[in-house]
């Protein structure tokens, strides 16, 4: 089972025109409210903080950017930058964890929209631990919202009653010895209900003196999200082009944002932390894979 690249990538490179996106943009959130594609990604420019920008397609493929970032860092917590943006509709709300990283370390940080311009801050919800990689649930399981989120080098769920207060901490998937994802995952888009399944694409590093970033898929019990029913034997997608092999951080694909499009799933990967593309599979063969 692979992911197949759209022809157009890349989808979107470094604006030279602009300070704030002249070195680097990846890693989006993407989101579809079944007219547009609303992107929210982000960039590195001369001062290499990291700036959330956005962009808005019809077609998911070409997509238009405002000239100015919509999230930037406004609190100490966010010195270094905002990074690493995973979005999920609740209740009419756009809630977006982000990677607030500053001298602190990282930490895994909430804010909401409804409009992807104007936004509602919460901060820093899960303190005093070095975290990334977060991700929402779009629904309550058992009566608690559940989030992922990454203690190195594992993934991890917590759950809450409010969005801002989460405990009940409990690891649910590790590296795999000499296998693709062998030094460290973490949760890739917010997890997609199926009838199999709540599937959860994530991204594993393989240890390597240079590691390389892969996509992979997980399926968890739709009931208790704890339970990893399967997991790729082999990545799904792993960088092999040169706009992946090589620019801000060589070797890497790495994905915040998966949506279903009408029998696919559209999977935004950031490329070398430099690009963002676009690489698609069928709901069908993703089923098949999770019934052999
Ligand atoms: C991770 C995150 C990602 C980045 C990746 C590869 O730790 O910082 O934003 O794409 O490393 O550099």
Redesign the pocket.
């Known amino acids: 089972m692979r992911l197949e690249r759209c022809q157009f990538n890349p989808l979107l490179s470094p604006n030279p025109d602009r300070i704030w996106e002249n070195k680097f943009v ?2 989006p959130a993407v989101v579809y409210d079944g007219d547009l594609f609303h992107m929210v990604y ?1 960039a590195q420019g001369s001062d290499m903080v990291s700036r959330l920008g956005y962009a808005v397609s019809a077609d998911g493929i070409h997509f238009n950017r405002l000239e100015e970032p919509v999230f930037s860092p406004e609190t100490d917590d966010e010195l270094y930058g905002v ?2 943006p995973r979005i999920t509709l609740i209740d009419g709300w756009y809630y977006m964890l982000y ?1 607030a990283y500053s001298p602190y370390g ?1 930490r895994v940080s909430l804010a909401r929209t409804k409009n992807f311009i104007t936004w509602e801050r919460f901060g820093v919800v899960i303190p005093d631990v070095d975290n ?2 977060a991700a929402l649930f779009p629904e309550k399981i058992s009566g608690k919202y559940v989030m992922l989120h990454r203690i190195h080098p594992d993934i991890w769920l917590a759950f809450s009653d409010d969005l801002i207060h989460w405990d009940d901490f409990v690891k649910i998937a590790s590296p795999r010895n000499d296998m693709w994802d062998d030094l460290k995952i ?1 949760a890739g888009a917010p997890p997609i209900k199926t009838e199999y399944g709540w599937l959860l694409l994530y ?1 594993g ?1 393989k240890k390597k003196r240079r590691p390389i ?1 892969m996509l992979g898929f997980m399926l968890l019990d739709l009931e208790d999200p704890r339970k990893v029913l399967k997991r790729s034997d082999e990545p799904i997608l792993k960088p092999e082009l040169p706009w992946e092999k090589f620019g ?2 060589p070797n ?1 694909v ?1 994905s915040d944002a998966m949506i279903e499009f009408e029998e696919e799933y559209y999977v935004y990967y ?1 490329a070398a ?1 430099n690009h963002i593309a676009l690489a698609k599979i069928s709901k069908e063969e993703v089923y098949k894979w999770i019934k052999e």
């Open positions: 990846f890693n982000r990074e690493d990677t990282t990334k990689d973490g991204h590093v970033y801000g951080v890497v790495f950031g932390d």
